[in-house]
């Protein structure tokens, strides 16, 4: 095992592996994903992961309308309690379009209950984008309010919108930053959001580097992010798993190494449906990357304006 697997989450004192759980696809959303999760086969990866070298699980209120919760919780439970040194982070999520303080605090009673939990060790404000940033602060401060009467642990933000994530940054507190799709392979719209973090002294999580599929599957996916993938996005990722096929490695393990080998992430969330994906992602976190693909694979980065943030053309 890799000697960096277990790292700081930035000031929190939480010491986490270096790849983390994702608890989306274990929910049970077909819609979504494209295919059903049933509840043993939720709990019986969740023991799968208990058991391995990952120290997390990221989890939401939302996902599957609590049903990621309940099983997870029910693993819990069937393993006879957490691992020693195992987190499980969740999300508060609004209520439709109520994302009051008295909904914060109804998210995370509902999160304890269904996790079987009394400690929550980190707790995000999750997908505050989607809600007007003025009507917004009474959830962000009642969270910080349950951080300080110990309620919770401490207070993360997740969502996708940099722009909006740095608008919430601004108004201090948090101390994880957890953001999907922008800091990839192919798309580095994150990148100055994860430098201010980083110097801020907030890790920085990132999730969904597999931009939803396209990267871990780069012959049976053309979204990235949810929406279709530009040409040029397509055209790269081909050009990307060719040149790992020619390294004798796979697209998915390049990907995975991108997030995980940047000083600045402190963690990855992985979304994990199949227990055997667990050994593969060990696998590839022990694989050796030569030099010469990762400067190819970074010559095939596309040009900033097909980002799922990109504005401009970079020269």
């Known amino acids: 095992m890799r000697d960096d697997w277990l790292r700081p989450l930035g000031s929190t004192g939480l010491t986490v592996s270096a790849v983390c759980a994702g608890g989306s696809a274990i929910s049970g959303m077909p ?5 059903d999760v049933t509840r043993q086969e939720a709990v019986d990866l969740v023991l799968r992961v208990f058991d391995s070298p990952l120290t997390w699980i990221d989890t939401s209120n939302g996902y599957g309308d609590g049903e ?11 393993y ?3 691992p020693d040194g195992f987190l499980v982070a969740t999300k508060v999520d609004a209520r439709g379009q109520d994302y009051s303080g008295a909904r914060v605090r109804a998210s995370v009673a509902e999160s304890k209950e269904r996790l079987g939990l009394d400690d929550l060790p980190l707790v995000y404000l999750h997908d505050p984008e989607f809600h007007d940033f003025d009507s917004m602060r009474e959830a962000v401060d009642t969270l910080m309010q349950l951080r300080a009467d110990s309620e919770i642990g401490h207070v993360g933000l997740a969502g996708g919108n940099t722009v909006e994530l740095g608008r919430y940054l601004d108004l201090g507190g948090f101390e994880v930053l957890l953001v999907h799709n922008r800091w990839s392979l192919v798309d580095h719209s994150a990148g100055d959001l994860i430098c201010r973090a980083t110097g801020d002294g907030i890790a920085v999580v990132n999730a969904a580097i597999y931009g939803g599929g396209i990267l871990a599957n780069p012959q049976g996916a053309t979204k990235y992010a949810y929406r279709d993938a530009p040409d040029a996005v397509l055209e790269a990722v081909a050009e990307m798993d060719k040149a790992c096929h020619e390294f004798g490695t796979d697209l998915a393990t390049a990907s995975l190494r991108h997030s995980v ?5 402190a963690g990855t969330v992985v979304g994990i449906s199949k227990p055997s994906r667990v050994d593969a992602l060990i696998t590839s976190l022990e694989a050796d990357l030569p030099a ?10 596309p040009q900033e304006r097909y980002w799922v943030e990109g504005t401009k053309e970079t020269t």
């Open 31 to 35: 819609a979504v994903f494209g295919y």
């Open 80 to 82: 006879g309690g957490l």
């Open 261 to 265: 080998d940047n000083p600045d992430i």
């Open 68 to 78: 990621s919760e309940l099983r997870i919780g029910q693993a819990i439970r069937e």
């Open 292 to 301: 010469e693909l990762l400067n190819r694979l970074g010559s095939l980065v």
